[in-house]
């Protein structure tokens, strides 16, 4: 099946300072990315969904200056967490549908972030 | 309000038999279903899929029903094996859309 990565795998950062988030699809070429968050013991929530050369579309109480997406290239999104907080400390994970249409999406592994 | 509901959070079974996850959702436009599996800290797993306009879909040892009347659908794993245990997600697709809706998971649980 297609294969979406994504880095860091884990992050550690302090209060204030800003995180960036790679996901790439790596052997297909991806039209949509989309963002989760995941808190513990609860559903996957989609925070956002970018389509490459254009503005991402934050779902409802997504802060959009908070969470900056960005879908420079049909195989790279990044999602950059703008001076984090403990409260933004998550699971994040991406995940990729393809050109050749369809609706199913691939997930990339997940980021752990966690702001002391 | 949840659209796509996964009323047992946990299943356990026994390693050869059948485990059945069950999925409902409330929304009727919904014509896409997919399941997931997931582990810890990773990201999910696409198992399979099935379009509105079947009631069945089957791929090796996973099977995934789809009873449009009773906005319900079941996806059964026979024979379980103990790798099988993780966190499955069920989500829908509403047509014309790329959003997934996801359950909130069963942790499936195969005993050897």
């Known amino acids: 099946g297609a294969v979406v990565s994504q880095h860091p795998s884990r992050v550690i950062c302090k209060s204030g300072t800003s995180v960036k988030i790679e996901c790439r699809s790596l052997?297909?070429?991806?039209?949509?990315m989309f963002w989760y968050r995941q808190f513990p013991k609860q559903s996957l929530m989609l925070m956002a969904t970018?389509?490459?050369?254009?503005?991402?579309?934050?779902e409802q109480g997504v802060e959009k200056d908070k969470f900056l997406i960005n879908h420079a290239s049909l195989t790279l999104s990044t999602l950059t967490v703008t001076s984090a907080h403990p409260e933004d400390s998550s699971f994040y994970i991406c995940?990729?549908?393809?050109?050749?249409?369809?609706?199913?999406?691939?997930f990339g592994p997940g980021t752990r972030l966690t702001v002391l | 309000d949840q659209q796509v509901k996964q009323n047992s959070p946990s299943l356990s079974v026994q390693e050869g038999r059948i485990s059945i996850l069950n999925c409902d959702y409330t929304?009727?436009?919904?014509?896409?279903f997919l399941w997931y599996k997931k582990y810890p800290a990773e990201g999910p797993t696409f198992l399979i899929s099935?379009?509105?306009?079947?009631d069945k879909n089957e791929d090796g040892r996973f099977t995934v029903f789809l009873n449009k009347s009773a906005k319900h659908l079941s996806l059964h794993i026979v024979p379980s094996q103990p790798g099988d245990s993780a966190v499955y997600f069920c989500?829908?697709?509403?047509?014309?859309?790329?959003?997934?809706?996801f359950g909130k998971g069963t942790k499936l649980t195969v005993n050897p």
């Open positions: 995940s990729a549908s393809g050109t050749s249409g369809g609706d199913t999406q691939y």
């Open positions: 052997d297909f070429q991806a039209t949509t």
């Open positions: 970018s389509n490459e050369g254009s503005k991402a579309t934050y």
């Open positions: 929304n009727s436009m919904f014509d896409y």
């Open positions: 099935i379009s509105s306009i079947k």
């Open positions: 989500a829908a697709v509403e047509g014309g859309s790329e959003k997934l809706v």
